[in-house]
């Protein structure tokens, strides 16, 4: 069995002073030891969507915790690459998106690191700081090799070029030249930074080492300084950091930094009240707490504490509703193993995780989950389905919503397993839906889902229905989904839509594969 080192950790990710909007995105799930941060490449919308694409689907697989950390850091990346270079083909505005990411999954005192790109990941322990990965960039092999300096890579004009990516090209999980795996042993006393080149562009080694030191024991105080000091160099790019201490970290670092004596007359001499005042003046800063920081809406400046990401936890005895109400844009949610009967409204921004995947149980009447005019979301690893008490009518139904649903078994629904209305773009990955009285899943109006590598199977048997519905004007992509023995065609679409791409790219009832209906 998988065991996680005990550690804190804390995320951060900032549109720094150059840019009006921020391509970066990063996961920092400390109860599942997975760390994951993400450049995206290709501009405004193009490079956002890469991103969020890679984010989603890397999330699906890795909190999946089936097979090695090697293999799940593969083949999330390999799906996240695939599908990133399938959109782009399907829309001109997206061609030659792509994204850098390092991905980092902590179990039994070991680090498995996958690396794509120039981001970066450090080990630090004691006074010492270590590169583990390699930028995949021509500065960064003459770096690595020793032939320039790090200040000389830093300011070098070719230093943003990459010659490794996710998502220009079609990849296979072993493929030469592809995905670096990195393990390397993580002790109690060590530390990990993971971070865009935001940081690494501008900030040298020997910084990143004295604020992660200054602040040990904080990762969150940490992740500021280390932005706080990428945007006062410059912040010409997004800036994003991963803090992850071992619980004996804090400890072992605790003299790393000397104590600084003052002479009796130090205040006497004339340059001392230059300093002084100097120094009044950086505390009047510190005090307050001037920062840029990444909303929903975009780049913003502010005073004050830096507000982390948080993680909140409900039990058995809780109400999630509620703590999803005190939740806000960037917080997790991590639901305990048990049964909640209650209805679940999604909150914007904020991921609802089960702790063990299907252990912890939502039912209630009508629709169980919605997710309502959501920019971001998430919802991962609950069972959703009916009991004696109460039947359901919807297992998740999502309206003008762009959330990410993954590892969810939904069953029991009359109307339909999960409904797709509105504007919405949410991608379903990894899920099974299967038993359902109505419909698998039904998309419908504008919406635009992905889907992948779902299970939708044996629903229908409430009156004749299909495994997935496409209605109207929606659009919807399916990648790698199985779908069997539901009770009428595997898929009823409108006639526009290509059936047989369907068919080419899933798995469907070769008996009732797809039906043309009328929008």
């Known amino acids: 069995m998988a065991v996680t080192t005990r550690y804190i950790a804390a995320g951060l990710t900032d549109a720094g002073r150059k840019r009006d909007h921020n391509e970066d995105r990063f996961y920092c799930d400390p109860d599942r030891g997975v760390f994951l941060v993400i450049d995206g490449v290709g501009g405004h919308a193009a490079g956002e969507t890469a991103a969020e694409t ?11 915790q089936t097979g090695s950390p090697a293999d799940r850091i593969r083949e999330g990346i390999t799906l996240a690459n695939n599908e990133i270079y399938r959109l782009a083909q399907s829309n001109p505005l997206w061609q030659g998106m792509a994204c850098v990411l390092t991905v980092a999954v902590v179990e039994d005192g070991q680090v498995t690191v996958g690396h794509v790109g120039d981001s970066r990941l450090y080990l630090i322990r004691g006074r010492t700081i270590e590169k583990l990965t390699h930028d995949h960039s021509p500065v960064g092999e003459r770096e690595d090799s020793g032939e320039i300096g790090e200040e000389e890579a830093m ?22 030249e592809f995905i670096e795996l990195i393990e390397a042993p993580f002790a109690p006393d060590s530390a990990l930074l993971l971070c865009s080149d935001g940081l690494s562009d501008l900030v040298p080694a020997s910084l990143i080492l004295k604020l992660i030191v200054q602040h040990a024991g ?27 201490e071992g619980d004996q970290f804090a400890s072992a670092v605790l003299d790393a930094v000397p104590s600084i004596p003052v002479s009796r007359g130090a205040f006497l001499n004339r340059w001392a009240f230059l300093v002084y005042g100097a120094l009044a003046a950086l505390l009047s800063v510190a005090l307050l707490k001037p920062h840029w920081m990444w909303t929903p809406e975009g780049t913003a400046f502010g005073f004050g504490e830096v507000r982390m990401p948080q993680t909140w936890r409900v039990g058995p005895a809780d109400s999630i509703g509620a703590v999803l109400k005190k939740a806000e844009f960037g917080d997790t949610v991590v639901v305990e193993p048990g049964t909640y009967r209650e209805h679940i409204v999604l909150a914007d921004g904020v991921s609802l995780i089960s702790e063990r995947p299907r252990e912890a149980v939502l039912q ?3 629709a169980v989950v919605v ?6 979301g998430r919802i991962t690893g ?5 009991n004696q008490e109460s039947s359901i009518a919807v297992g998740l139904r999502i309206i003008d919503s762009n959330v990410d649903a993954s590892d969810l078994e939904i069953t029991g629904a009359a109307v339909a397993g999960v409904e797709i209305k509105g504007n919405s773009a949410p991608g379903l990955i990894g899920n099974r839906i299967h038993d359902n009285p109505g419909t698998g ?21 409430g009156g004749k229905k299909p495994g997935v519905e496409i209605t109207g004007a929606a659009r919807p992509v399916l990648v790698g989904n199985t779908i069997l ?10 006639a526009p839509l290509d059936m047989d791409e369907f068919l080419k790219q899933n798995y469907v009832d070769p008996k009732r594969q797809v039906r043309a209906v009328s929008r």
């Open 54 to 64: 890679a984010l989603s689907i890397l999330q699906a697989r890795l909190e999946r």
């Open 155 to 176: 300011r070098h004009p070719r230093r943003n070029e990459v010659f490794r990516d996710v998502g220009s090209d079609e990849h296979a999980p072993d493929d030469d």
């Open 218 to 244: 904080t990762p969150r105080k940490a992740a500021s300084a280390l932005v706080g000091a990428a945007n006062s160099a410059g912040g010409k790019d997004n800036i994003t950091v991963i803090v992850v």
């Open 364 to 366: 209630s009447g009508g």
């Open 371 to 376: 997710a309502k005019d959501l920019r971001r």
């Open 382 to 386: 609950f069972r959703i389905g009916s």
């Open 441 to 461: 899943i039904w998309i419908g109006d504008t919406a635009r889902p992905r889907l992948i590598h779902n299970i939708v199977i044996e629903n229908g048997k």
């Open 485 to 494: 023995n539901n009770t009428a065609e595997g898929i009823w679409a409108p």
